[in-house]
């Protein structure tokens, strides 16, 4: 335990409110659903308290300085033979970064949710969940051991598959929840296995003496660390929507944009890359799973680029681009620039929540205007917008800041934070050349992302509006309860990068230095490599030209007069029609996953082994054995004492002949 | 001695009252069978008891008791039967069947 007076024993008030915050709700949402004030006032109330007894937890922590991390042990949860598991929280250098990312923006975006939210029916109920979310996002980052994490882990899977499905009654809505709990659950299973690997290798769960046992109870690059890590990557390809189980990030666009910023692009889905950085040991033990880990996410990284170039829905092409900076930030920690991905980590929680909020305004700008005219047209459809910085300056503006820091111009936010991931693997690919290959496919990624980003902001906020001559007298600028975090998330987009500017830009690297005592062991098996500052200044300027290029080309490419509204639009012809078909990996997963898992439930689990074996041959066929037998027995009970005698004479002399043989 | 053919009227007797309950359908004459073979087997007890001893011969007269009370309840149950049904053939007396 900590020495007293350092606030730190707030810690745990940290996750605790916003699970205050979720039984007020939850009950408000059963008793008074109508009661909106009370509910808003606790909703956001919860969550600001939350990020102050953050603060003044990490505010502590600093004034500390530990060398190890602190755990704070609240009660014992699993005491099973030789395995014992607390429920404890953890604040080191990498929990601290998260606490203050996932309560700050939390509280941003709860604040945004009044707004957008207000005349929703399910309100109290919308924020009952919200306030459920983050108090299992902030188990999962405090957590000490993998059970604890994994509880969060878990906790966060079923908010998220209740905000997406939260208006439930459309199927689609609905299918899109199923979908994202489903193709989850193939990710917990490795995640579940890698911690049944990692406690009978180590014998332990806790981090601390996980992580200190791991180099000497596994051998570096053997096959038993390389499964433990590789199960765990795919536990974070679920989570974290990366190739191969990103299909459900998409879909999951089905709920209220609010929770597409605070689950789908700001937190939940950054679990993975929180878990790859906190059990850093591990993967640096294994440098097939380290490269495993960087190639899925170049990959990714241009894969789900490529297809938000042609989408049309504006929520779609967040989230294709949510999917493609999830694997920045895995090449970045594959690589083994923790603090790089980290840094990309924290700046994408900014510009992509206020990308995410933005679209939320632009939407609800537009749904207000086509429901005062009755009209039945898409609200999200790019096709259908056009021309609307001049009803909506304040987003437009601000969203133009998060383009900006997401396409990597300097000084914005993002440009810091991903040419360091890109120069990092640059550095190692001097000694290993795959990951030169990364690197190109992040450069390439980098060009789409200026390009699909200029792209969705030229479509919605440039040009002729296509909205529709009465609705447009109807779009207006949302209140500020929406506009507030968006300017709250403005400046931190565009400024954001302050916390690590590299030694090239005369910075100090604070980030990289903070997080320096977690990744020290990682760090000393695979020293950083130094590039000369020559080599790095040419890869900033690269990374700039390619970003300068994208902008440009999208610029200069697109005809703003050429979309017409999306009722009207002919489909997509040539290479053009497979990116907006998504490049049919649906449709592929479709065919070769889910309708031979479907086939087989209902032919052979259902048809087969349940109706006929189960249902037929074991249930009733027992019953019907055991009418036949008494049967069998009835047709003996005559109701005529002579036969009962004949029976019994009978008997009485089998027995005689048995004993006198 | 006698013992072989008190025996052997004794096993005539117990086959008879066999072949009379498993054939006889009138339950008066099933219940005089029973106490037949009763009988028969109390002859049994007797002419042992001169090899064996005086228990059989205590025996037997356990056996009489019980058989009177036997017949005192058998009679009483065929009279009330009798009185239900107006019929003591057991052939027409099967309620009791699966």
């Given at each position: 335990m900590p020495p007293p007076g350092f606030r730190l024993d707030l810690l745990w008030a940290v996750p605790a409110l916003p699970l205050l915050g979720f039984v007020g709700n939850g009950m408000l949402a059963l008793t008074r659903p109508k009661a909106k004030t009370a509910v808003s006032i606790i909703g956001v109330g919860v969550l600001v308290l939350s990020f102050a007894a953050a603060v003044a937890a990490v505010a502590g922590f600093v004034r500390l300085h530990p060398a190890a991390p602190l755990v704070f042990r609240y009660w014992e949860w699993m005491p099973v033979g030789d395995l014992r598991v607390d429920y404890a929280l953890e604040l080191d250098y990498l929990s601290a970064v998260m606490i203050l990312v996932v309560t700050g923006v939390s509280a941003l975006i709860h604040v945004f949710s009044v707004g957008y939210m207000g005349e929703d029916p399910g309100y109290a109920r919308y924020f009952a969940y919200l306030n459920l979310f983050v108090f299992f996002m902030l188990t999962l980052v405090l957590g000490s051991s993998f059970p604890v994490m994994f509880v969060g882990w878990e906790g966060v899977g079923l908010c998220s598959y209740l905000l997406i499905g939260f208006w439930f009654n459309e199927k689609i809505n609905a299918d899109a929840g199923l979908k994202a709990f489903v193709v989850n659950r193939i990710g917990d299973f490795g995640f579940l296995v890698a911690m049944f690997l990692i406690f009978r290798h180590t014998g332990s769960l806790d981090f601390d003496a996980v992580f200190a046992q791991a180099p000497t109870a596994f051998t570096a690059g053997d096959a038993a660390i390389t499964a433990?890590?590789?199960?765990?990557?795919?536990?974070?390809?679920?989570?974290?929507?990366?190739?191969?189980?990103?299909?459900?990030?998409?879909?999951?666009?089905?709920?209220?944009?609010?929770?597409?910023?605070?689950?789908?692009?700001?937190?939940?889905?950054?679990?993975?890359?929180?878990?790859?950085?906190?059990?850093?040991?591990?993967?640096?033990?294994?440098?097939?799973?380290?490269?495993?880990?960087?190639?899925?996410?170049?990959?990714?990284?241009?894969?789900?680029?490529?297809?938000?170039?042609?989408?049309?829905?504006?929520?779609?092409?967040?989230?294709?681009?949510?999917?493609?900076?999830?694997?920045?930030?895995?090449?970045?920690?594959?690589?083994?620039?923790?603090?790089?991905?980290?840094?990309?980590?924290?700046?994408?929680?900014?510009?992509?929540?206020?990308?995410?909020?933005?679209s939320g305004s632009v939407i609800h700008a537009m749904h207000h205007a086509y429901h005062a005219t009755h009209s039945h047209e898409d609200a999200q459809d790019l096709r259908n917008m056009g021309g609307l910085r001049h009803h909506l300056p304040w987003t437009a503006g601000l969203m133009w800041i998060a383009t900006l820091a997401i396409a990597g111009i300097p000084p914005f936010s993002g440009f810091f934070s991903k040419d360091e991931i890109l120069g990092a693997a640059f550095a190692r690919g001097t000694a290993e050349p795959i990951w030169l290959a990364y690197w190109v496919m992040g450069i390439a990624a980098a060009l789409l992302t200026a390009f699909y980003m200029t792209r969705l902001m030229l479509y919605a906020f440039h040009g002729p509006n296509r909205t529709g001559e009465a609705e447009r007298a109807h779009l207006h600028e949302a209140p500020w309860s929406m506009t507030g975090p968006l300017a709250v998330l403005g400046l931190l987009s565009f400024a954001g990068g302050v916390i690590n500017v590299p030694a090239l830009f005369g910075g100090h690297a604070f980030l990289h230095r903070w997080l320096a005592p977690v990744t020290a062991v990682a760090d000393q098996m695979h020293p950083e490599v130094a590039l000369p500052a020559g080599v790095e200044w040419t890869l900033v300027a690269a990374a700039v030209l390619v970003a300068g290029l994208g902008i440009f080309g999208a610029v200069r490419l697109l005809r703003l007069e050429a979309p017409v509204p999306a009722r009207v639009a002919p489909p997509e012809r040539g290479f053009a029609r497979v990116l907006w078909k998504k490049w049919y990996v649906d449709e592929v997963y479709d065919a070769i996953i889910v309708r031979p898992i479907q086939w087989l439930s209902r032919e052979v689990l259902w048809k087969t082994i349940d109706a006929r074996l189960v249902d037929g041959v074991m249930v009733n066929g027992s019953a019907a054995t055991v009418r036949v037998f008494g049967w069998v027995g009835s047709r003996l009970q005559t109701g005529q004492v002579g036969s009962y005698v004949l029976l019994f004479v009978g008997g009485v002399l089998l027995v005689l002949w048995a004993a006198l043989r | 001695m006698l013992l072989a053919p008190a025996l052997f009227v004794s096993a005539v007797l117990f086959t008879l009252g066999v072949g009379g309950v498993l054939l006889r359908r009138n339950a008066i004459v099933i219940f005089m069978c029973v106490e037949l073979m009763l009988n028969a087997v109390n002859l049994t007890f007797v002419a042992l008891a001169q090899q064996l001893g005086v228990a059989g011969q205590l025996f037997v007269l356990f056996v009489m008791a019980v058989a009177a009370a036997e017949a005192a309840v058998g009679l009483a149950i065929i009279l009330a039967i009798y009185r239900h049904r107006h019929t003591v053939n057991l052939q027409n007396i099967n309620l009791l069947k699966g």
């Amino acid at each position: 335990m900590p020495p007293p007076g350092f606030r730190l024993d707030l810690l745990w008030a940290v996750p605790a409110l916003p699970l205050l915050g979720f039984v007020g709700n939850g009950m408000l949402a059963l008793t008074r659903p109508k009661a909106k004030t009370a509910v808003s006032i606790i909703g956001v109330g919860v969550l600001v308290l939350s990020f102050a007894a953050a603060v003044a937890a990490v505010a502590g922590f600093v004034r500390l300085h530990p060398a190890a991390p602190l755990v704070f042990r609240y009660w014992e949860w699993m005491p099973v033979g030789d395995l014992r598991v607390d429920y404890a929280l953890e604040l080191d250098y990498l929990s601290a970064v998260m606490i203050l990312v996932v309560t700050g923006v939390s509280a941003l975006i709860h604040v945004f949710s009044v707004g957008y939210m207000g005349e929703d029916p399910g309100y109290a109920r919308y924020f009952a969940y919200l306030n459920l979310f983050v108090f299992f996002m902030l188990t999962l980052v405090l957590g000490s051991s993998f059970p604890v994490m994994f509880v969060g882990w878990e906790g966060v899977g079923l908010c998220s598959y209740l905000l997406i499905g939260f208006w439930f009654n459309e199927k689609i809505n609905a299918d899109a929840g199923l979908k994202a709990f489903v193709v989850n659950r193939i990710g917990d299973f490795g995640f579940l296995v890698a911690m049944f690997l990692i406690f009978r290798h180590t014998g332990s769960l806790d981090f601390d003496a996980v992580f200190a046992q791991a180099p000497t109870a596994f051998t570096a690059g053997d096959a038993a660390i390389t499964a433990t890590t590789l199960l765990l990557l795919l536990g974070c390809t679920g989570k974290s929507a990366q190739i191969p189980l990103y299909t459900w990030l998409p879909d999951a666009m089905q709920g209220p944009t609010p929770v597409s910023a605070l689950i789908h692009a700001a937190t939940m889905v950054t679990a993975g890359v929180y878990l790859v950085a906190r059990c850093n040991v591990l993967f640096a033990l294994s440098p097939l799973s380290s490269a495993t880990v960087a190639g899925v996410g170049a990959l990714t990284a241009l894969f789900a680029a490529t297809i938000a170039l042609k989408q049309w829905d504006i929520k779609r092409v967040l989230a294709y681009s949510t999917i493609s900076q999830l694997g920045y930030m895995f090449l970045g920690v594959g690589t083994g620039a923790y603090a790089a991905g980290l840094f990309h980590l924290v700046t994408h929680a900014f510009f992509k929540a206020l990308l995410f909020l933005g679209s939320g305004s632009v939407i609800h700008a537009m749904h207000h205007a086509y429901h005062a005219t009755h009209s039945h047209e898409d609200a999200q459809d790019l096709r259908n917008m056009g021309g609307l910085r001049h009803h909506l300056p304040w987003t437009a503006g601000l969203m133009w800041i998060a383009t900006l820091a997401i396409a990597g111009i300097p000084p914005f936010s993002g440009f810091f934070s991903k040419d360091e991931i890109l120069g990092a693997a640059f550095a190692r690919g001097t000694a290993e050349p795959i990951w030169l290959a990364y690197w190109v496919m992040g450069i390439a990624a980098a060009l789409l992302t200026a390009f699909y980003m200029t792209r969705l902001m030229l479509y919605a906020f440039h040009g002729p509006n296509r909205t529709g001559e009465a609705e447009r007298a109807h779009l207006h600028e949302a209140p500020w309860s929406m506009t507030g975090p968006l300017a709250v998330l403005g400046l931190l987009s565009f400024a954001g990068g302050v916390i690590n500017v590299p030694a090239l830009f005369g910075g100090h690297a604070f980030l990289h230095r903070w997080l320096a005592p977690v990744t020290a062991v990682a760090d000393q098996m695979h020293p950083e490599v130094a590039l000369p500052a020559g080599v790095e200044w040419t890869l900033v300027a690269a990374a700039v030209l390619v970003a300068g290029l994208g902008i440009f080309g999208a610029v200069r490419l697109l005809r703003l007069e050429a979309p017409v509204p999306a009722r009207v639009a002919p489909p997509e012809r040539g290479f053009a029609r497979v990116l907006w078909k998504k490049w049919y990996v649906d449709e592929v997963y479709d065919a070769i996953i889910v309708r031979p898992i479907q086939w087989l439930s209902r032919e052979v689990l259902w048809k087969t082994i349940d109706a006929r074996l189960v249902d037929g041959v074991m249930v009733n066929g027992s019953a019907a054995t055991v009418r036949v037998f008494g049967w069998v027995g009835s047709r003996l009970q005559t109701g005529q004492v002579g036969s009962y005698v004949l029976l019994f004479v009978g008997g009485v002399l089998l027995v005689l002949w048995a004993a006198l043989r | 001695m006698l013992l072989a053919p008190a025996l052997f009227v004794s096993a005539v007797l117990f086959t008879l009252g066999v072949g009379g309950v498993l054939l006889r359908r009138n339950a008066i004459v099933i219940f005089m069978c029973v106490e037949l073979m009763l009988n028969a087997v109390n002859l049994t007890f007797v002419a042992l008891a001169q090899q064996l001893g005086v228990a059989g011969q205590l025996f037997v007269l356990f056996v009489m008791a019980v058989a009177a009370a036997e017949a005192a309840v058998g009679l009483a149950i065929i009279l009330a039967i009798y009185r239900h049904r107006h019929t003591v053939n057991l052939q027409n007396i099967n309620l009791l069947k699966g």
